[in-house]
């Protein structure tokens, strides 16, 4: 008989956010690999924040806060964020599924005019 915990009693810590950020770069690679909710869609016509720049944030950007357990098991949320040609911030809150594909959440500009 084996000493280990049940997995069920085991914990799943974070990803740390280096390492959340460097997988959300290299899936957003290709675009096949991003999946837009409605709601980030219906938010990014609502703030006239174009598909490029968001695709750009998750390519380039940087995580802000904290990473915490998505919704279901396997998921992984963060939100990615990036200065768009030294004007504006715009986030991109983005769930990693699996560590196979991602989830955009929704788009918003970070800072409030």
Request: charge should be positive.
């Given at each position: 008989m084996s000493n280990?915990?049940?997995?069920?009693e085991l914990m799943a810590f974070a990803p740390r956010p280096n390492?959340?950020?460097?997988?959300?770069?290299?899936?957003?690679?290709?675009?096949?690999n991003i999946k837009w909710g409605i709601h980030a869609r219906e938010r990014m016509l609502e703030r006239?924040?174009?598909i490029r720049v968001a695709l750009t944030v998750l390519r380039e950007g940087t995580v802000m806060?904290?990473?915490t357990a998505g919704a279901n098991p396997?998921?992984?949320?963060?939100?990615?964020?990036?200065?768009?040609?030294?004007?504006?911030?715009?986030?991109v809150v983005t769930i990693l599924v699996r560590d196979d594909h991602i989830k955009?959440?929704?788009?918003?500009?970070?800072?409030i005019r």
């Open positions: 280990e915990p049940p997995i069920a390492d959340f950020v460097s997988r959300v770069r290299k899936l957003a690679s290709d675009s096949k006239d924040i174009p806060g904290g990473i396997g998921e992984w949320k963060g939100k990615v964020v990036l200065n768009v040609k030294g004007r504006r911030d715009v986030g955009v959440k929704t788009v918003e500009w970070e800072d």
